[in-house]
């Protein structure tokens, strides 16, 4: 990887061809700088490209098409590096990362490993500042108040939902692997001389507690604000993922999880990839780049099996026919057009880990490979009383018997049609992303949403997983074969129903029927 900066140029420099004067000073892109240099300070800009161009060598003699977004976003980060080391206690850093003009120009092996090594170079920053749209320069100073801001009012959500900064497939790994981040804006055309910049964290804290005040206060149930705030929704999960990312690692299924719910250019597909790569490691890039989408599907799948994370395997990819990895993720994708086509998860919905941190295991051994702490669950003609009465909680919400003050909403609120069957269940998942068959598998814990339709398949087993989870329900396996003595075929699904409470085992995905008790 190439690590290039742009710097300010020192009083009585001999001018260059490139360089540029901004906010009154002259700066110039220099580079390659060596990462492991102690004294190495500097500040990532965060901003979204959008459809506009400027001309190659118009700025910092580019070398290929930029967009016209990167001068307004970067003399927006100048400034706001100046407030942040004159008002907000920050140390005064007076180099920036910018990727149109810092990224290897050329196509080549420097680019490549450049654009795989995003957590690393997000990470060495100083910080990252995020330069959103003018239009949001009054939510960014309602938020920088330093008494406790009021909360944001419908109109300004609307147009924070609109700013495409927060669905942008990039910005899940800038967030979780930035050491401090804020929040900027160029100048208002109504306030030009003031420059305004917030905190990440008292940002997020006033976006937050502005859409669950709304939800509240217009009693919204949770699939109606996610279907009128998707982007804000997204931006709560990766929240939490932002403040935990320095002390626990993510499940990788989280991770593809959060970022296949963001836009991407279909355009650049790898890029949706490449944000996954920096989102899971921190690490430079310096061996071989790799150049194709299943290259890159491969190297995700390598880094987390290094990492002992197995929960990847709980995408919706066709299964790989490579003999021994049968439940493995094919990387060779048979789908095309302007969908996501490498490592999707079978659904789109925030993951916890249970215990806090943890995330699926695996092993290996002279037997094969084992996944860890997977409960067996069996068909049944219809679910228990229990579990249908957790279900109903869960979709509809419910109130406490002997306390009717006492309340829980569910997936669906009051005002919304109350459906028979799994009609409104399967909508919800169609919603989150699901692709699979319309009808389920019936446990007496729940329901199983398989992506074949398993009916009339032979010797038929369900695992669900115990260290992955959804907020109700989790991943999972089925594993079946066509004729006896076959190799096991397998499928991923969604366990929707009550908190497995069986005791775990693993399970070998190389021989159909074969645990470890």
Not at 130 to 151: G, M, R, Y
Not at 181 to 191: G, H, I, L
Not at 324 to 329: A, I
């Amino acid at each position: 990887m190439e690590l290039n900066l742009i710097t300010l140029v020192p009083e009585g420099a001999t001018p260059q061809a490139g360089d540029e004067e901004i906010n009154n000073r002259r700066w110039r892109v220099t580079g390659p700088h060596d990462p492991a240099t102690k004294d190495l300070k500097f500040h990532c800009v965060s901003y979204v490209w959008g459809h506009g161009v400027e001309k190659r060598g118009s700025f910092f003699n580019c070398q290929r098409d930029i967009s016209d977004q990167t001068r307004p976003a970067l003399e927006a980060a100048i400034k706001a590096a100046e407030v942040i080391h004159r008002d907000l206690g920050g140390e005064k850093v007076e180099a920036f990362w910018i990727d149109a003009l810092c990224i290897p120009q050329l196509e080549g092996s420097p680019r490549l490993k450049t654009l795989e090594s995003m957590g690393f170079i997000y990470n060495a920053g100083m910080s990252v500042i995020i330069t959103l749209k003018s239009s949001v320069w009054n939510i960014v100073q309602q938020a920088s108040a330093t008494v406790s801001p009021e909360p944001l009012s419908l109109p300004d959500m609307q147009i924070l939902e609109a700013d495409a900064w927060i669905s942008r497939v990039w910005t899940y790994q800038e967030l979780v692997n930035s050491r401090s981040t804020y929040f900027t804006t160029p100048a208002s055309p109504s306030n030009p001389r003031t420059h305004v910049v917030v905190e990440a964290t008292q940002f997020f804290n006033c976006v937050g507690y502005s859409f669950s005040r709304y939800k509240r206060d217009n009693n919204i149930s949770e699939s109606a604000a996610m279907a009128t705030f998707p982007n804000l929704n997204v931006l709560e999960d990766t929240l939490l993922d932002s403040t935990m990312s320095g002390y626990l690692e993510r499940p990788a299924l989280g991770i593809l999880s959060n970022i296949s719910m963001r836009t991407f250019d279909p355009k650049f597909p790898q890029n949706r990839l490449l944000a996954c790569i920096g989102a899971l490691t921190k690490d430079a890039s310096w061996g071989p780049p790799s150049s194709s989408l299943d290259e890159l599907a491969e190297k995700i799948m390598g880094i987390c099996e290094a990492k002992g994370d197995y929960s990847f395997v709980f995408t919706a990819d066709r299964r790989s026919e490579e003999s021994g990895k049968t439940w493995r993720p094919s990387t060779t994708s048979s789908e095309s057009g302007d969908r996501p086509t490498h490592l999707i998860p079978v659904i789109n919905w925030y993951i916890h880990s249970e215990p806090f941190g943890e995330t699926q295991r695996g092993r290996k051994d002279e037997s094969g490979f084992w996944l860890e702490g997977m409960v067996s669950l069996q068909l049944a003609g219809s679910m228990s009383v229990d579990a249908e009465a957790e279900l109903d909680k869960f979709l509809w919400g419910h109130t406490v018997q002997n306390n009717p003050t006492l309340s829980s909403k569910g997936i669906f609120g009051k005002y919304d049609k109350k459906e028979e069957g799994n009609v409104a269940l399967l909508g919800f998942l169609r919603d989150m992303g699901f692709r699979g068959c319309d009808e389920p598998q019936v446990c007496d814990t729940g329901l199983f949403f398989s992506q074949e339709n398993l009916g009339g398949l032979r010797e038929v087993e369900l695992f669900a997983a115990t260290s992955v989870r959804y907020y109700y329900g989790a991943p999972g396996l089925a594993r079946w074969r066509d004729a006896p003595g076959e190799v096991g075929k397998w499928d991923v699904l969604i366990e929707i129903g009550e908190r497995t409470r069986q005791i775990s085992s693993d399970i070998s995905p190389l021989e159909c029927g074969k645990r470890a008790d």
